[in-house]
């Protein structure tokens, strides 16, 4: 309902929800933004075809978790619908930002893999490579379940290209957890 500022004229932010209910022990998103709350399926897209018809190429979905999409919801919304939908719109490029790697799906991996319009493309924040630093950022996964992530998208989609966030030096990091981290990496 607020009036959108696009400063491309081919490449928009579009975001599909607000809101985080993951709780890392370092981030304040779910004190000031509040609790995940989806838009409506059809407003993302009545949005994106109109974006569309506009001249725009490229779209980012925005969100603080945006692979926790719908899970607020009492319909049957996921993320995998969502790009599923949209590839269908005329929009050429659909990319997103940011995951999460404890809502990341096997449904989510194969509509990445299978939509022709959605860039092979993601930004999976490991934070650590530590599964103690885990704990204590209140992550929700472990080291072993992020390289298995990495795995199945690499299976999937061979030319993948992966981003991700670390935060180095965490509060009670040891040398060993640093070294972790670096492992992890490599």
């Not at 001249?55 to 996921?78: A, C, F, M, P, R």
């Not at 992550?139 to 966030?165: C, F, N, Q, W």
Request: a negative charge.
């Amino acid at each position: 309902e607020l009036p959108i500022r696009r400063d491309s004229g081919f490449r928009a932010w579009l975001p599909i929800m607000y809101g985080c209910d993951n709780f890392c022990t370092y981030c304040i998103v779910p004190y000031v933004r509040g609790r995940e709350k989806s838009r409506p399926l059809q407003l993302i897209l009545d949005e994106a075809v109109m974006l569309c018809e506009k001249g725009y190429k490229e779209i980012t979905l925005l969100g603080q978790n945006v692979n926790s999409y719908g899970n607020d919801s009492e319909d049957d919304l996921s993320f995998a619908k969502l790009l599923r939908a949209l590839d269908k719109t005329g929009i050429e490029r659909i990319r997103f930002m940011t995951s999460h790697p404890k809502d990341l799906s096997d449904e989510m991996i194969e509509a990445m893999a299978e939509c022709d319009h959605v860039c092979k493309q993601i930004h999976l924040p490991v934070q650590s490579g530590s599964n103690e630093i885990f704990r204590a950022m209140n992550r929700k996964y472990t080291r072993e379940h992020y390289l298995s992530l990495v795995e199945k998208l690499r299976s999937a989609m061979p030319d993948v290209g992966i981003t991700t966030d670390l935060i180095a030096g965490f509060p009670g990091e040891s040398e060993k957890d640093h070294q972790d981290t670096l492992e992890l990496m490599q």
